[in-house]
């Protein structure tokens, strides 16, 4: 079973917290908005980012809004290019999506990806 954690995008401050409680996300607590409030108070909105329970090929956590980047064969050129994927829950499961356009599912291949940033500390990554 995988670890269950989550890190938030706090818009006020332009960060990325790590700071979010356990208490959050334990079973039988139904109303994740009260104690993610009380944390960030006086701040605008957040974002909830899931941990995908896998690590990138530095053994980094691989959250959801994470972009990564992943060499594959070119098939046309027959070498190796860089492809840059951002991290979305959709479907029940984690996936790769290219800058809004391919879909991949990456659990065969999650160790030859790394992390480069996030979509919010690192808009310009999806450009």
Not at 6 to 35: C, H, K
Not at 46 to 65: A, H, N, P, R, T
Request: with cysteine; hydrophobic share 40%.
């Amino acid at each position: 079973m995988r670890e269950i954690k989550f890190r938030a995008w706090v818009d006020d401050l332009g960060e990325v917290s790590d700071t979010v409680p356990q208490m959050i996300y334990q079973p039988g607590i139904t109303n994740l908005g009260l104690p993610i409030l009380s944390l960030f108070e006086g701040h605008g909105p957040i974002i909830l980012m899931q941990f995908s329970g896998l690590k990138d090929s530095k053994g980094v956590d691989i959250y959801e809004g994470d972009v990564v980047l992943n060499p594959m064969r070119d098939e046309e050129n027959l070498g190796i290019v860089n492809r840059q994927w951002e991290v979305k829950f959709y479907q029940g499961g984690f996936h790769l999506f290219e800058l809004n356009s391919a879909c991949a599912d990456f659990r065969e291949w999650w160790e030859q990806v790394e992390i480069i940033g996030n979509i919010y500390e690192n808009p310009e990554l999806l450009k």
